[in-house]
């Protein structure tokens, strides 16, 4: 079966740093282009950073732009997003997604928790 692993959430002071991993497995990785998706209480989700299936291409909000870095491992079917100069407003949980637009396909994390704060 398909499964997305995120992991690297925790902690941080604002300024800091953090570097999350997504983990996939059961499906061709290097045909989904990857998705960070993040969601604070009370918030709807929304689209952090995407990059294409070959890493050509990266695309990134505009809150997080300059700040934040995603990034994929094909050969290690994990995908990256380097998060820098955190602050309290990054704070929600991160979610990792794979889409395969000529399938459709779309799957999911389960998510990691992020929390900026002194």
């Known amino acids: 079966q398909v499964q997305l692993v995120e992991s690297g959430g925790g902690l941080v002071q604002p300024g800091g740093s953090l570097r999350l991993s997504c983990v996939v497995s059961?499906?061709?990785?290097?045909?989904?282009?990857m998705n960070w998706y993040r969601q604070a209480p009370g918030k709807e989700r929304e689209l952090v950073a995407a990059?294409?299936?070959?890493?050509?291409?990266?695309s990134y909000a505009d809150s997080v732009k300059g700040r934040f870095t995603i990034s994929r491992d094909n050969p290690k079917n994990t995908v990256y997003l380097q998060m820098n100069s955190l602050a309290p407003e990054d704070t929600a949980v991160y979610y990792c997604?794979?889409?395969?637009?000529?399938?459709?396909?779309?799957?999911w994390g389960p998510g990691t928790q992020v929390t900026v704060s002194s």
């Open positions: 059961g499906l061709t990785f290097n045909r989904y282009a």
């Open positions: 990059i294409t299936s070959d890493g050509d291409s990266t």
């Open positions: 997604n794979a889409v395969w637009e000529w399938s459709g396909n779309v799957y």
